[in-house]
DNA sequence: GTTAGCACTCAAAACATGTGAGTGCTAACA
DNA sequence: TGTTAGCACTCACATGTTTTGAGTGCTAAC
């Protein structure tokens, strides 16, 4: 059998449809659409056609169709339209992406939350971890029963822990600490430190030292462990709340369950394709199978440095979303664009 | 009327049962119950005398009884038990607690997962802004175009931020800086400061270093500003899930707007008396109606820097959990306390 | 004062019925 | 030959009815 042009117009209609409505669409419906002028007996032969095809499916024998992953792939591929944002959308989006550039390392996880505000979905950010390479590393005297860690990137990426000891210190051991951590890591990435006894390098290089070590060094593996953390911010969850999918609790918990298993949802998220991705039901992994999902990248120097994107039902606003989406990032990679020059005095 | 042994024993069962069950408590399930043993009639006269003086409620008029408010109130003051903690749950608190202890700054926020963990309910942790006295500031080199921002407070919380500076600067300089912020604002709190010129004094005082200060100074009192924010974490949310109360969505999403209102939630929060509090029903904000409160401080050498606590249905088993809050800060207090004893050598 | 007994209440479960949106099939039509 | 009207059929859902059972309140006897 073939996907005529009637056949195609019909799926469209009913993906189109239950996209809005959320609820299963019948022949008479469509039929009383402007672009459809055919009986409902027509229609009814060709969407029983488009069952077989595997387009359509039937929650039970009196009710309306439902289109399968196949028609939402379909339809996102071949069918939907793609308007453009109006310039007022534009404008919106823009100035709720302006109120949150002051702080460089907040712009990503911002840009998440006005996507969210802006689809109604739940949204979220990701930063894929980078070759983090250290550049030096400093132990710093807080007071007597506590120093602060600094360890500072290649990439001028700078992290700070506070860690508590629980032996007294002077301000020259801290420097020596230093020194030796520096000495025996500086250039290397967080990961190759990490596969390393540290512990035991701190003993020999600074024997005298042990009970120093012995109480700042966990603290510093769990800095580094932390360091190749990819960060995820989950945004708008709030708006699973109120699409008629998720009026029993149990759907609501399973969503609440995917975005804060944060460790294995990254995952999902780092795997995916570069680019604007949409993925739909089954193609995602089986926890995700009621669920579209899609992302895109943002690039800092044509470095891919940061993903976004949304997640909802399978019935969702591809093209509205899509077209946030791709403004949301184009807007973020040109920023930097910008930022990148400025940096490079 | 009097409330007579008979009616204390009555409506003590009636609250604990309903606190199991979540059930409206009849006359024959409690006269089935070892300590009661009259029959149920009995029971049925006593409970109506209870409910004229507003200690139980009827949902309608074949339903067992619920506690009111009120009742809730008594039991907490009065009827409970107050068990001990068993040295098996208090062996697996500390051990939960002891893995995070490395960071200083995550501890209370580590505290408050343990506690919803062992609750089985919402907790949370909010560290008040108040009496944030700094003890000292700290400009600490990085690279070319940036230095860290170390502000130390006398409670022992460390805030780091990392700052661009647009001009050369030399080791000196930041001592110099360093010392100058010191001794003009340690001992002072954070929004004494911020009242001040902080600009026009770095300049009065460091004629010399003008191009540095106006490089310095706005990261410098953003993060000031930020150390006036109060942190609030949320954790456990989705043992509401689990909750019979809270299988409607309606309801899961009023917890939920409860804790992301963080300005609105962390105000109550902070704004509630020292100690040990339990709050319940209508003796919380309108909000909060339907649920009950329960907080608790944990102290640095006698001054208060954290309170933490569980958020949940009235129908809260509250011996236990007051065993477990007040478990958890006594040893938060603890430690630090002993810490302090260290210090002092 | 306590309790057995009984009539009464009412939510919830179980069952029955009607409604309507939908299908699939067939036969007639253009 | 593709399209459509017509009709029997299906089935979720809403509505109405009955049954059940846990509970109460009252009264009279112990």
Redesign the pocket.
Known sequence: MELND?KLKILQAVVADFINSA???????LSKRDDI?????????E??DL?EMGYLT????????VPSDKAYRLYVDELMSHSELSPEEKDVIREKLDQGTEELDKTLEHASKVLSEMTNLVSFAVTPKVENKIKYINFLPVDESSVVLMIVCESGRVSNTAIRVNCPYTEENLTLMSKVATHNYSGMSVDTILTQDIMEEFERDLPQLAAMSSSVVPGFVKTLEKMLDVDLYVNGYKNVFALPEFKDVEKVKDVYDIVTNKDQFSQVLVNRDNGLVVTIGDENSPDLKDFALITADYKVNGKMVGRLGVLGPKRMKYDEVTSVIKYITDNLNQTFEIEGEVDDE
């Open positions: 009637r609820e299963p669409v019948g022949s008479r419906t002028d055919v009986s409902p007996a027509t229609i009814r032969n969407m029983s069952e039937h929650p039970h024998t009196s009710a309306g169709r």
